[in-house]
């Protein structure tokens, strides 16, 4: 085994036993914990956008943002009235079990039912990388292809949902949303799909439902 | 230093030097190489294969595809006619140079007078491995957002050309093209840029001429 190899499964030993850890907290919270991950310009964030500040309503929700570089994702999601922290991850390409605890000091987790982090854009590292979420939500947008779950195993498989989205853009695409849930289906049977649109409004009503239920379900 | 931060700065400068002598390889056997970075799903295959079946009846060309899994994209390359091999990095999230090193053997390269390669979809990762490379062109779709240069600065920091691919879409979406060309260049002064559409042709005809007078100035 080469040293980088040896070194990469120290990291990820040491991330899954940091992330159990947040896993226990967050039960003893009684938070719902969801790890939002994607391409980059997927969606995630306009996602949020349009559903935070009707749910905030109903829910109380804390959202860490994870970027390489800028705080212009929080910035938007502070005008949803939802609190939001940024981690700036300063190059690296994904988040990880430490950088969510480090964060967790900005939350009062006593007080919130449903944490959303939303991971740097990124299809493959963040796959590897356990935060302690309760469910792992990968957003595909349209434009991207259909052949995306293929080429990116590890994120589909990880995933508890495909969320496919920009479905306004269908029509101008040659993306197959049968075939992308096929694709989907034989990595992973038991995902579950949703389909949403932030400019049509397609498919925010399932979403919400869907984030509200899992919140409350826990 | 982290033990983490030190073995990857030696894997980088271990990248760097065969990466040089990859450079001086590619001098002496009169190749232009580009390195072609973006996000999954932003339509770097499908600009190849609209232009590399024209452009093989004047140069000599070579493609290298980065996947993690599948050869659907070499499988598409090579219906252009042009020579194609395909690397699957089986989980790594970009190309070496040492994986380009041994594909090598899969080229002629006294016959060659471009080698394209095509990295892993993946906006971060690839942007710290230089793999020999006369130009590195990053291509951005008008669906992933205009403020991803400002988001993922080292990628279109260390790329000479920003393409903005899927031109045929930019109706459809709030991307501003003078704004990302304007986040592009605060970063990247010297950065050229092009446009695109590989469904309505735009574009083409210009991204053509650039590879053609890259190849030839060399």
Redesign the interface.
């Known amino acids: 085994m080469s040293?980088?190899v040896k070194?990469e499964k120290k990291?990820l030993s040491r991330n899954d036993l940091l992330a159990a850890e947040l896993r226990d907290l967050f039960a003893k919270e009684d938070v719902a914990v969801m790890n939002m991950v994607s391409?980059?310009?997927s969606g995630k964030t306009s996602l949020l956008e349009k559903t935070l500040g009707a749910q905030s309503e109903v829910l109380s929700i804390g959202v860490i943002e994870g970027?390489?570089?800028?705080d212009?994702d929080a910035a938007r999601i502070a005008r949803t009235g939802v609190p939001v922290h940024q981690i700036q991850t300063g190059?690296a390409?994904h988040l990880e079990a430490e950088m969510i605890r480090k964060a967790l000091v900005h939350f009062s987790l006593k007080d919130l039912e449903l944490l959303i982090i939303e991971n740097?854009?990124?299809?493959?590292?963040p796959s590897a990388f356990d935060l302690g979420e309760g469910i792992r939500v990968s957003i595909i947008?349209v434009?991207?292809?259909d052949?995306?779950p293929?080429?990116?195993?590890?994120m589909f498989r990880s995933a508890d949902v495909m969320v496919i989205n920009?479905m306004?853009?269908l029509p101008?695409?040659d993306f197959d949303v049968e075939k992308v849930i096929h694709h989907a289906r034989s990595l992973n049977p038991e995902i579950q799909i949703l389909k949403t649109s932030c400019?049509t409004g397609e498919g925010l009503d399932e979403w919400s439902s869907f984030v509200t239920a899992f919140t409350q379900r826990k």
């Open positions: 040293e980088k070194l990291i391409s980059p310009g970027d390489i570089q800028t212009n190059g390409c740097v854009g990124n299809l493959v590292c947008s434009t991207e292809g052949d995306k293929m080429k990116y195993p590890a920009k306004d853009l101008y695409t400019r």
